[in-house]
């Protein structure tokens, strides 16, 4: 008789186990197990859409992100309420001033001793850093080079003055490859090899749910990322605010190493300290929310920027838009709640296994209460809410106490939806066969 080995054997005795059970159960299992393909093939379809559509623009991407209400609901649970603490916007709008379209992005050279100004007189507010949310090209205003001279200037100016600029840099992929992030090839940048200037590559993850950290290299046990380019430009403003944010949290770090994108929470534009810029360089208040007033003359007041990070961006409609589930916002808010959520340790780690896991045991529980219980059913209703109590407050926990985020809804419905179509079919076909045998005897 031939021997069976421990995997072969552990699979036949899965099989047999299968087979003892009633068919009801049996059933119940295969609606499970179709679940868990069914969320797989959807979350894959997903990646696929949203990786292969620019910013997710098209409807069905969109939508994708207006249904993630649920979403924010979850990583917002108790505590984890976000509130902006650690930066400032400071918005490029030629909406809010049409003067600006002498220093729009088809300016470029212009827009270069333009910013030039308005890096002198942000230095000058004594803010922790300044992040400006653009990259410059290495090739660029070569014939005109007063502006970018201006600019390197200003930004060398404030670093003495101890104020950090983080710029970005721009991480595009060679033609005809492969999503492996290895082989991202990075645009030339005017301040590669610039001592003065820290430099972030500004891509957002397709799921912009999510935040990533670094695009490359690699990280040591410290947490210092080599080449510290790699990192994206959230991370290097975040270190320039807390230069111990590594060692404050050690997860941070952890994320770091693997190169995992965990999930974080959005707050809208609105909720933000936002100061407009003019056409001659002052500054205006954006919102009423956060900006202080000066209270005797009722002018704005720039006091807020001091000790924070102050994010510099464009904010024109259609200009580096990017959908999230509080909406289409511009990358600089992107940027700021990657900051503001890297500084207020609110992150979550994915953790996909558990989401099937959690899944079909909800799903069981249901349908153990749903079959044992049927005599009863308010009793089974009972047991039923307290089942999906107690599934809520373990993912609620795990959000708030493990920082890891667990979503089983999409498994536990669809098995739910699969067993409730076959008992719906059966008593239809039931009811169908049991006509058939009444005109058969009558």
């Given at each position: 008789m031939p021997v069976l080995g421990p995997m072969r054997a552990s699979r036949v005795r899965a099989f047999l186990l299968l087979a003892r059970l009633p068919r009801?159960?049996?059933?119940?299992?295969f609606a499970a197990f179709l679940a868990c393909l069914a969320v797989y093939g959807v979350e894959t379809l997903v990646e696929s859409i949203l990786e292969s559509e620019e910013h997710g623009r098209s409807p069905l991407a969109r939508s994708i992100f207006e249904l993630s209400g649920l979403y924010q609901r979850v990583v917002t649970v108790g505590w984890r309420k976000p509130e902006p603490r650690f930066t400032t916007i400071v918005e490029l709008n030629i909406e809010n001033d049409p003067r600006l379209r002498a220093v729009s992005l088809n300016m470029v050279c212009d827009q270069r001793a333009f910013l030039a100004d308005l890096i002198e007189k942000l230095a000058a507010l004594n803010p922790a850093a300044i992040v400006l949310d653009k990259y410059f090209g290495a090739d660029t205003c070569v014939r005109h080079p007063k502006g970018t001279l201006a600019l390197e200037r200003a930004i060398a100016n404030a670093s003495r003055a101890g104020v950090p600029v983080v710029v970005g840099v721009y991480a595009a992929r060679a033609e005809n490859q492969s999503e492996e992030r290895s082989e991202l090839r990075l645009d030339p940048?005017?301040?590669?090899?610039?001592?003065?200037?820290?430099?972030g590559i500004v891509n957002i993850d397709r799921d912009s749910r999510r935040m990533a950290?670094?695009?490359?290299?690699?990280?040591?046990g410290q947490g210092t990322t080599q080449p510290e380019w790699c990192e994206t430009l959230a991370v290097r403003g975040s270190r320039k605010y807390d230069a111990q944010i590594m060692v404050k949290y050690p997860r941070l770090k952890q994320l770091m190493t693997s190169d995992t994108r965990p999930y974080v929470s959005f707050m809208r534009p609105e909720q933000f300290c936002?100061?407009?810029?003019?056409?001659?360089?002052?500054?205006?208040k954006g919102t009423d929310r956060r900006c202080p007033v000066d209270p005797e003359n009722g002018a704005v007041s720039t006091r807020y920027m001091r000790g924070k990070i102050v994010v510099v961006g464009e904010t024109t409609r259609d200009i580096d838009t990017h959908m999230s589930v509080v909406g289409p916002v511009s990358g600089v808010f992107m940027q700021a709640n990657f900051i503001e959520a890297l500084l207020d340790d609110r992150y979550f780690r994915p953790v996909p296994a558990l989401d099937y896991v959690f899944g079909v045991s909800m799903f069981l529980a249901v349908t153990w209460f749903g079959t044992k219980m049927h005599r009863t059913p308010v009793w089974a209703l009972a047991m039923i809410g307290l089942s999906v109590m107690a599934m809520v407050g373990l993912v609620v926990g795990l959000i708030l106490l493990g920082?890891?985020?667990?979503?089983?809804?999409?498994?536990?419905v669809l098995a739910l939806l699969f067993d409730g179509s076959h008992i719906a079919l059966s008593w239809v076909l039931g009811r169908a066969g049991n006509r058939v045998v009444a005109r058969e005897v009558s």
């Open positions: 009801r159960w049996r059933l119940s299992v940048s005017l301040f590669t090899g610039n001592p003065d200037v820290t430099q950290l670094r695009w490359c290299g690699s990280v040591d936002r100061y407009a810029v003019l056409g001659d360089g002052g500054l205006v920082g890891l985020y667990v979503n089983p809804v999409g498994v536990s």
